[in-house]
Nanobody
């Protein structure tokens, strides 16, 4: 199995920046497509961003495009989410996830999930 641990969440003011990290265990990290999802209280889990095995392809939700950047460092077994120009509506628990087959925006396509990290953006 793959264990994923998110970190970097916290409280920031609107317009600020935050970088989330997701550390993966095991030597097979490079074989997985990685994604970020988020869930706010009372709302369904939603897709944020995803990245291919070699970082050659990236995809983003329309709500974060131009503000968020996903990246990965396979040598460090880590995927990142750089969040700029944060808005109060970005407040949510952010989860990283791993998929073994293809790049996807569907949560059901991901086999492994982290525990989540809270991001709160104040006005």
């Amino acid at each position: 199995q793959v264990q994923l641990v998110e970190s970097g969440g916290g409280l920031v003011q609107a317009g600020g920046s935050l970088r989330l990290s997701c550390a993966a265990s095991g030597r097979t990290f490079t074989g997985y497509f990685m994604g970020w999802f988020r869930q706010a209280p009372g709302k369904e889990r939603e897709f944020v961003a995803a990245i291919s095995r070699s970082s050659s392809t990236k995809t983003y939700a329309d709500s974060v495009k131009g503000r968020f950047t996903i990246s990965r460092d396979n040598a460090k077994n880590t995927v990142y989410l750089q969040m700029n120009s944060l808005k109060p509506e970005d407040t949510a628990v952010y989860y990283c996830a791993a998929a073994g087959s293809y790049l996807s925006q569907r949560g059901n396509d991901y086999s492994y999930w982290g525990q989540g990290t809270q991001v709160t953006v104040s006005s």
